[in-house]
């Protein structure tokens, strides 16, 4: 966790914080009223677990694009300078 940076730590501890409180919310109500969750309590959850999705979904989205992008620059920077190495070879 030493390479996230500070949003992305508030970020991914919301999103596990609220997940955990979610379920404990789930929990409470199934055994405190009679094995029955009220409708609120599951509009909650499942709002817990969109905010969660999101949160993990588009950091990974982005962080794979960057990835995707620097693997190509990287391929072009390469076959660049082998045309180069080729050409200062040729010269010599």
């Known amino acids: 966790m030493d ?30 009223h009679q094995h029955t969750i009220h409708d609120s309590v599951l509009m909650y959850f499942g709002q817990t677990l969109i905010f969660c999705a999101s949160v993990f979904g588009i950091n990974l989205f982005i962080r794979n694009k960057v990835l995707e992008a620097e693997s190509r620059i990287n391929d072009k920077i390469d076959k660049k300078m082998r045309k180069v190495d080729n050409i200062i070879k040729d010269e010599e």
């Open 3 to 32: 390479n996230f940076s500070a949003k992305e730590k508030t970020q991914y501890g919301t999103a596990i914080f609220t997940l955990f409180s979610g379920i404990v919310l789930c929990f409470l109500s199934f055994f405190l």
